[in-house]
């Protein structure tokens, strides 16, 4: 078999696996939490770890990439990434996996960054859309198939084995990628920019680090006031960095085109909405509803799958019609999916949620597809590469800071509820901090108050009502997120912002 074919599988291999991790995880999560004894906010890291890494290094490994070769830095990749996902099957505490989804972000970036480049190098003409076209393809069965596959495993043989499992895959991923394919690398390549990588990734660890915290102290604590403070010098920073710099790694003037901005902010508003919500909506079908691990996976099919299949219609359209009449209203569909599954109340069931996942996979589906394309579309060729990079960046930071904030909204709005509904239960007024906590980090809130016939009823009804009302309040922020998202990029992204060089699709 040609060596090309060989780099298209060793691609995809690593492509599905480490987009697979973003979503297969979450299902996961609550028997993570229970076997490992972990808080909220060590739940809410486990998740974070992975996107803070893969946004901070996405484009500083394309930039080594570029510099040493796409070959070695994708097995590099592949190595870091395998290893992690070994320690995270390993761990037996939940910093150690907290650390462990770190190195797999790593290993993540790397790979993320140098997949398209290596499939450009090795196919031209018509091959390569076909490459592109099953790379496409393989990226939306992992992210469709996750949720159903994650639940399989954890429900089946074990959470570990979500991780294991991607142990001898790379295994092969790593000798194939060695031994088959073509080695490339960028002539003139410039040497990354480490002081903008520093500062970038100092100011958002800074700022998820303070947005977690403040679900275990509060907003106005001295340790949380510090980190957005430090935070906002370290971005400030940054900014300046990559004004003076020479070669930044970000380049603050292509912002000044209204359509590259348009792109960023609707890759962020949809991450920090629905990509976000993701992680407490598995928490409430399994610790509220009770379902397992598969048949939460099961449900969640119902929002990948409409997103599956709405992708290979938008990716049609896309082509003929302005991308802009399909990232707005794409972004609205996901804010009015959101709504639709708020309001939920302590008697709800599952199918609540039904047509908010059916809106909100359409929404992802008509998003997604030209997302990319309207990012690189505007920027000269030899730029393109980097703006695809800060595109897939502010997807990252998405995820990161809305699994961050929206879970110390939920928190706060839980413990409040829970509080004043103890307050008024004799004998369990004085154990409500304990049960609120209890109940935000998964226990049984029932054992934490101590609680016995009547009582325990009370407790374990105030408790579900507490956790259904911090659904909803996260819901609808992520909904007015997403909305919000729509009317900028709907307004920024223009037709003549194109460059008419690019093949890509009108803006309108």
Same mark, same amino acid.
């Given at each position: 078999?040609?060596?090309?074919?060989?780099?298209?599988?060793?691609?995809?291999?690593?492509?599905?696996?480490?987009?697979?991790?973003?979503?297969?995880?979450?299902?996961?999560?609550?028997?993570?939490?229970?076997?490992?004894?972990?808080?909220?906010?060590?739940?809410?890291?486990?998740?974070?770890?992975?996107?803070?890494?893969?946004?901070?290094?996405?484009?500083?490994?394309?930039?080594?990439?570029? $510099?040493?070769?796409?070959?070695?830095?994708?097995?590099?990749?592949?190595?870091?990434?395998?290893?992690?996902?070994?320690?995270?099957?390993? #761990?037996? #505490?939940?910093?150690?996996?907290?650390?462990?989804?770190?190195?797999?972000?790593?290993?993540?970036?790397?790979?993320?960054?140098?997949?398209?480049?290596?499939?450009?190098?090795?196919?031209?003409?018509?091959?390569?859309?076909?490459?592109?076209?099953?790379?496409?393809?393989?990226?939306?069965?992992?992210?469709?198939?996750?949720?159903?596959?994650?639940?399989?495993?954890?429900?089946?043989?074990?959470?570990?084995?979500?991780?294991?499992?991607?142990?001898?895959?790379?295994?092969?991923?790593?000798?194939?990628?060695?031994?088959?394919?073509?080695?490339?690398?960028?002539?003139?390549?410039?040497?990354?920019?480490?002081?903008?990588?520093?500062?970038?990734?100092?100011?958002?660890?800074?700022?998820?680090?303070?947005?977690?915290?403040?679900?275990?102290?509060?907003?106005?604590?001295?340790?949380?006031?510090?980190?957005?403070?430090?935070?906002?010098?370290?971005?400030?920073?940054?900014?300046?960095?990559?004004?003076?710099?020479?070669?930044?790694?970000?380049?603050?003037?292509?912002?000044?085109?209204?359509?590259?901005?348009?792109?960023?902010?609707?890759?962020?508003?949809?991450?920090?909405? $629905?990509?976000?919500?993701?992680?407490?909506?598995?928490?409430?079908?399994?610790?509220?509803?009770?379902?397992?691990?598969?048949?939460?996976?099961?449900?969640?099919?119902?929002?990948?799958?409409?997103?599956?299949?709405?992708?290979?219609?938008?990716?049609?359209?896309?082509?003929?019609?302005?991308?802009?009449?399909?990232?707005?209203?794409?972004?609205?569909?996901?804010?009015?999916?959101?709504?639709?599954?708020?309001?939920?109340?302590?008697?709800?069931?599952?199918?609540?949620?039904?047509?908010?996942?059916?809106?909100?996979? $359409?929404?992802?589906?008509?998003?997604?597809?030209?997302?990319?394309?309207?990012?690189?579309?505007?920027?000269?060729?030899?730029?393109?590469?980097?703006?695809?990079?800060?595109?897939?960046?502010?997807?990252?930071?998405?995820?990161?800071?809305?699994?961050?904030?929206?879970?110390?909204?939920?928190?706060?709005?839980?413990?409040?509820?829970?509080?004043?509904?103890?307050?008024?239960?004799?004998?369990?007024?004085?154990?409500?901090?304990?049960?609120?906590?209890?109940?935000?980090?998964?226990?049984?809130?029932?054992?934490?108050?101590?609680?016995?016939?009547?009582?325990?009823?009370?407790?374990?009804?105030?408790?579900?009502?507490?956790?259904?009302?911090?659904?909803?309040?996260?819901?609808?922020?992520?909904?007015?997120?997403?909305?919000?998202?729509?009317?900028?990029?709907?307004?920024?992204?223009?037709?003549?912002?194109?460059?008419?060089?690019?093949?890509?699709?009108?803006?309108?």
């Amino acid at each position: 078999m040609d060596r090309k074919w060989w780099t298209l599988i060793a691609v995809s291999v690593g492509t599905f696996m480490l987009l697979l991790d973003i979503t297969i995880v979450n299902v996961a999560l609550p028997d993570i939490q229970r076997s490992l004894h972990s808080s909220f906010s060590e739940l809410q890291w486990v998740v974070d770890a992975y996107a803070l890494t893969l946004a901070s290094l996405l484009l500083t490994a394309g930039s080594l990439a570029d $510099l040493y070769g796409r070959r070695l830095l994708f097995t590099v990749g592949l190595v870091l990434f395998t290893l992690g996902s070994l320690c995270c099957g390993l #761990s037996t #505490s939940p910093l150690f996996l907290i650390v462990s989804r770190s190195g797999q972000g790593l290993g993540g970036a790397i790979m993320f960054s140098t997949a398209l480049a290596l499939l450009a190098q090795a196919f031209q003409g018509r091959e390569r859309g076909t490459a592109f076209g099953v790379w496409g393809a393989v990226t939306g069965f992992a992210v469709a198939v996750g949720p159903v596959l994650g639940g399989l495993i954890t429900s089946g043989i074990g959470w570990r084995w979500i991780f294991l499992v991607n142990v001898p895959i790379g295994v092969v991923g790593v000798l194939i990628t060695w031994s088959q394919v073509a080695e490339s690398r960028q002539a003139g390549a410039r040497r990354p920019d480490w002081p903008g990588f520093v500062l970038f990734t100092g100011g958002l660890v800074a700022l998820i680090y303070g947005l977690i915290r403040a679900n275990e102290t509060s907003w106005t604590s001295t340790t949380v006031l510090a980190c957005f403070a430090a935070a906002a010098v370290l971005v400030g920073a940054f900014l300046v960095a990559e004004r003076v710099g020479r070669h930044p790694m970000f380049d603050l003037s292509l912002f000044r085109v209204p359509t590259f901005s348009g792109a960023a902010v609707a890759a962020f508003g949809m991450a920090a909405s $629905l990509f976000s919500l993701l992680l407490y909506i598995v928490l409430y079908l399994q610790d509220v509803l009770g379902y397992s691990a598969l048949a939460t996976g099961v449900r969640l099919l119902l929002l990948s799958g409409a997103s599956l299949v709405t992708a290979f219609a938008a990716g049609r359209l896309s082509a003929r019609m302005p991308v802009r009449w399909l990232i707005g209203p794409g972004l609205v569909l996901i804010g009015v999916g959101q709504l639709l599954m708020a309001g939920l109340h302590p008697a709800s069931d599952w199918t609540h949620l039904v047509p908010g996942f059916l809106l909100g996979g $359409l929404g992802i589906g008509m998003v997604n597809p030209p997302l990319a394309s309207t990012a690189v579309g505007v920027v000269q060729p030899q730029h393109a590469g980097m703006a695809a990079g800060i595109n897939n960046t502010f997807r990252q930071v998405g995820i990161a800071t809305g699994i961050a904030a929206l879970g110390s909204i939920f928190a706060v709005r839980v413990r409040h509820d829970i509080v004043q509904s103890l307050s008024r239960i004799p004998d369990v007024a004085h154990r409500s901090s304990g049960v609120a906590t209890a109940l935000v980090q998964g226990n049984n809130p029932v054992s934490a108050a101590g609680a016995h016939g009547m009582q325990a009823a009370q407790v374990a009804e105030a408790a579900r009502s507490a956790f259904v009302s911090g659904m909803n309040v996260i819901l609808v922020i992520g909904a007015v997120l997403a909305l919000v998202s729509a009317v900028f990029s709907t307004v920024l992204i223009r037709s003549r912002d194109f460059v008419s060089s690019t093949p890509v699709p009108p803006a309108g």
